[in-house]
């Protein structure tokens, strides 16, 4: 792993909360492939539109938990299927407040991003959907995909490469999530969904990283996703029009 990751790692292990006191146990999960299929039936791109303070190398800027509610309120009404919250508070500069006022505020499906290496974190926050890192978990990951299933949440499953996707689809996780970022030396490809895509069926889609204009949308649909997840450029831009020209890309 590149060190940027390796630190964050570190970070996170630091901040695992003790076993025994999650305070979210179960949750009645709004269905992700129900909106979707929603999408999909009006040509549109089902979008997961991410709420996103900075990355490691790049700030964007300040949210609040309350700037988070507006800016995810507005992803909705732009039209995207999903809001994707990130709950990395180093980093990444997000938080599980965030998370907690954002699922308040939306109708729509919530996917709670960020490492998750300990199972007292699944049940931290009240989300529909938690991130998984095939490439972190490795032969653990069955089992965390079967804790998060347990508790009503529904897992993504990230994966970069073709063992990763192996160790992913044999679990009984119904969402894969391809990573076109390389987290050995964070460089960008999205051509890894057009190689990787092809060998999923049965589960839902979705593209994650370097996805920044409708253009990228469309040729990830065309190689076979079902949805895309977009962060910083939606949140560098017009977030409303950001989102509503992908989510429409199909209707150019």
Request: proline share 4%; glycine share 6%.
């Amino acid at each position: 792993m590149h060190q940027v990751i390796n630190d964050i790692l570190e970070s996170t292990r630091k901040r695992i909360p003790p076993s025994g006191s999650n305070v979210i146990s179960s949750v009645k999960a709004r269905s992700f492939r129900e909106s979707v299929n929603e999408r999909k039936k009006r040509n549109q791109i089902p979008v997961i539109s991410e709420v996103k303070p900075s990355s490691p190398t790049k700030f964007i800027r300040d949210v609040t938990p309350q700037d988070a509610a507006l800016i995810a309120v507005t992803m909705e009404k732009a039209g995207a299927a999903a809001i994707s919250v990130l709950t990395e508070p180093l980093f990444f500069k997000g938080s599980i407040k965030n998370l907690d006022l954002v699922r308040h505020a939306v109708s729509i499906p919530v996917l709670r991003k960020d490492f998750i290496i300990g199972k007292a974190q699944i049940c931290e926050a009240e989300s529909d959907l938690v991130l998984l890192i095939a490439g972190f978990l490795g032969d653990e990951l069955g089992d965390f995909v079967d804790t998060v299933i347990k508790t009503g949440r529904e897992p993504l499953v990230e994966v970069h490469n073709m063992s990763e996707l192996e160790n992913a689809l044999a679990t009984k996780a119904n969402i894969i999530g391809i990573n076109n970022r390389d987290l050995a030396t964070m460089k960008v490809d999205i051509s890894t969904t057009e190689e990787l895509a092809p060998l999923v069926s049965g589960r839902i889609i979705v593209s994650e990283s370097g996805i920044s204009s409708p253009e990228d949308a469309v040729r990830m649909i065309e190689a076979g996703a079902d949805a895309i997840l977009v962060g910083s450029s939606i949140m560098q831009g017009n977030i409303y029009d950001k989102t509503s020209k992908l989510v429409n890309a199909l209707n150019r």
